[in-house]
């Protein structure tokens, strides 16, 4: 997981404590679909070359699934070069999810840390302690729905992490907050007086003048 990265959209006074993609779970049926495929494409292209084949219809059916083959083997291909433009960011201020392809999608999406009630983390199964990666489910205050990061690589590590800079950032909020209420005091029930006086002599001195 990489720290202190900038990135696009970045806030002021924003800095990411982690960036990392989802686990390689996520690929791991397209490296064993591929190595398949390619050996189908190969086997299909020797049989076009060395086979003549004269029956029309044979020949349309070797095609067709010869470009079928191709298809599938460019899919996955495609799955894993979106694989590395997702990516998951943990800052000071929010949690931001980028939801990229190569060529279709190109979505971001954020969760301020005042917004976040409660956070779940869930490792289930033999292969999800095995292999370290799970999901974390983060409950939202207010609306009481509930956002699914899945597939995250050391789950445990980013619970923590989105707690204690929960824990942190909250204080410090709540603290800018009231030096900006210092800064602008509500007006006392005198000054509103004070002020109605002003104005209400101000209103009498220009219909004089």
Known sequence: MNEDKTFKGQLKDEYALS???KHWIKILPSLFIIPV????????????TIVRIENTAAAVFLARAFALVNYLMHRQFF??????????????????????SIYFRDSVDSIDLSRIQDVHKKQNGIVENILDYGSLEIVLSGSHSVVTIDCIPK??????????????YLPSRNDDVLVGDMANPPLTEE???????ENFIGGIDETRT
């Open 191 to 197: 000054d509103l007086v004070g002020e109605m006086k």
């Open 37 to 48: 495929l390619f050996a189908l494409l190969a086997t299909g292209a020797t049989l076009m």
């Open 155 to 168: 789950p445990d590590m980013c619970f923590k992490k989105i707690n204690r800079v929960k824990q942190s």
């Open 79 to 100: 799955i894993i070069f979106n694989y590395y433009l997702r990516t998951v960011v943990i800052t000071n201020h929010r949690i931001i999810t980028v939801d990229k």
């Open 19 to 21: 960036c990392f993609r």
